[in-house]
DNA sequence: GGATTATTGTACGGCGTCGTACAATATGTG
DNA sequence: CACATATTGTACGACGCCGTACAATAATCC
């Protein structure tokens, strides 16, 4: 009877525990980590991200918005919302483009948006401890090439919709 | 000289636009790729890491299978639910603690496991292309020290229940 | 023994995101 | 110019996960 060791627990992890899951694990933390710094601002990350942005590049399109912080078109509707309701956002019309919104920062959203630079930076600096700069860079160098092989992983399993 | 060079675009990023962010996009990006791969068994990560995991270490509480997967009891209830509703797991009572149901892998769920280890075997490879022996292991090094420095700074922000 | 305290799994409501479909508008083609 | 095609933001339903509260059971402490 294969009686299984409850003693050592430590290695018994899937085999899909590896670098993948390690890095889901990680990315969890980093969710979670910015998200309790960020509740005293009543903030979760994506909002975050999204006043950071607007604040340091001005009016942007919802569109591009979603690009960059990674998530769909829609969520970022609800967003946007949610903060304009909160007055720290603004959506102003584009005179060139009369579908899009331009989402700008208003001068209460600037306030808050330093406020969480302030967050960031400390938070990042906590991160940092005991991990040299080049230790980081190798990090976001292989990183960067394992989301080349995902990508072209993705891609090549679902033929998306040809262009 | 620590001076940094100026109007460089080391800073043209907005701050969490860095490591951090990377991580937290590859992370989406695995999710999607092994979601994909997955796709033509019907199964997303988290059902496949379930079913891997008690494939391979037998009848499990649901308690031990949350702290594994890294997902709340609550959730891993539900995913149960349907793996067993598709017969690919079962609940055993556990004869030495009536609360916990033991889940465990069936007949049926054990072919599903092995086409699962396949998928997951040529993903993973597909993922390493480029990506030297001793770079994937500096990689989960650093992640793995960073995430100790999450927890760190997580904790030391709530201070969790004072009993 | 009985009373407290901890743990297991479930029910429920909530949140954030996705995917799809849609109207409004823009861009390209003949 | 008319027409087809692409793009923007929104509405809506769905999914996965969380957090809390709960009953059932176990473990611990007088």
């Known amino acids: ?64 918005l979603a690009d960059h912080l990674g ?24 005179v060139e483009d009369r579908r ?7 001068t209460a959203g600037r306030e808050t948006a330093d406020r969480v630079r302030a967050v960031d930076e400390v938070l990042r600096a906590e991160l940092r401890r005991g991990i040299g700069r080049e230790e980081r860079q190798a990090l976001a160098w292989v990183m960067t090439r394992l989301q080349q092989n995902l990508r072209n992983s993705i891609d090549t399993t679902r033929p998306p919709t040809p262009r």
Chains 1, 2 share one sequence.
């Not at 919302?81 to 584009?94: I, K």
Request: a negative charge; glycine letters at 6%; proline letters at 6%.
């Open 1 to 64: 009877m294969p009686q299984p060791s409850l003693t050592n627990h430590e290695l018994d992890s899937p085999p899909w525990s590896r670098v993948e899951s390690t890095l889901m694990a990680t990315a969890r933390l980093v969710r979670e980590a910015f998200d309790s710094r960020l509740a005293p601002l009543d903030l979760n990350l994506t909002q975050a991200s999204l006043i950071g942005y607007v604040a340091e590049f001005g009016a942007t399109s919802q569109t591009r």
């Open 71 to 94: 998530i769909g078109r829609a969520a970022i509707g609800t967003v946007v919302d949610h903060l304009q309701a909160r007055g720290l956002v603004e959506r102003q019309p584009d």
């Open 100 to 106: 899009v919104w331009l989402v700008d920062i208003t």
